[in-house]
């Protein structure tokens, strides 16, 4: 099994890519260890000294290590867990349901939130997703847009100017309605 690894905009984080599936059309971004219990995968990276944050994307894996560790020592021990948990054959992530929270609009707004999802799933996601993390829609009230940054892009020192100049430029472009864009946490 041939893993490669490319950098990210965020110089703590790594992406992993296996060659193969990992979840498809969904992600999973785990903050902590404690989080990441659902998924093997993930619970044997946060196993490695220095692993502060684990996103699991399509077709890649992104890796956030604290600055206790080098990626010189760490990105070795992390491609083995890789290739020990595909080549065993485990589950990425053992229950199959994803936790997903409520967005909050208004459905009077549903014509202008199905505009702003479209804009993301089309132009955004893509572009984050080949630095190694993604954006998840979490509401639309009032002409603010509030979007989760998650993977290599939660805690990257260039996602503000990111969300800000990038995004909410071109939604506000091509949907009137956006008045601004904010970063949420769930």
Not at 16 to 31: E, K, N, Y
Not at 36 to 57: D, E, I, N, Q
Not at 135 to 150: A, D, K, N, P, T
Request: net charge negative; hydrophobic share 40%; with cysteine.
């Amino acid at each position: 099994m041939f893993i490669e690894t490319e950098g990210t905009p965020n110089p703590a984080t790594l992406k992993f890519l296996p060659g193969r599936d990992v979840m498809g059309l969904s992600t999973a971004d785990f903050a902590s260890a404690v989080s990441a219990v659902r998924s093997p995968l993930a619970t044997g990276l946060f196993a490695l000294p220095g692993v502060a944050r684990v996103f699991l994307g399509g077709d890649f894996i992104s890796v956030t290590k604290n600055d206790e560790i080098s990626w010189q020592a760490l990105k070795p021990q992390v491609l083995g867990v890789i290739m020990d948990h595909f080549v065993a054959g485990l589950p990425v992530i053992e229950d199959g349901d994803t936790d997903f929270d409520e967005e909050d609009i208004d459905e009077a707004d549903r014509e202008v939130v199905d505009q702003i999802k479209e804009l993301l799933d089309t132009r955004v996601r893509p572009a984050v997703a080949g630095d190694g993390g993604d954006i998840v829609f979490r509401g639309y009230r009032q002409g603010v847009v509030r979007l989760h940054m998650q993977g290599s892009c939660s805690g990257c020192p260039s996602s503000s100017a990111t969300l800000k100049h990038g995004i909410e430029n071109m939604l506000k472009h091509y949907v009137p309605e956006v008045v601004s864009v904010e970063q949420v946490e769930f």
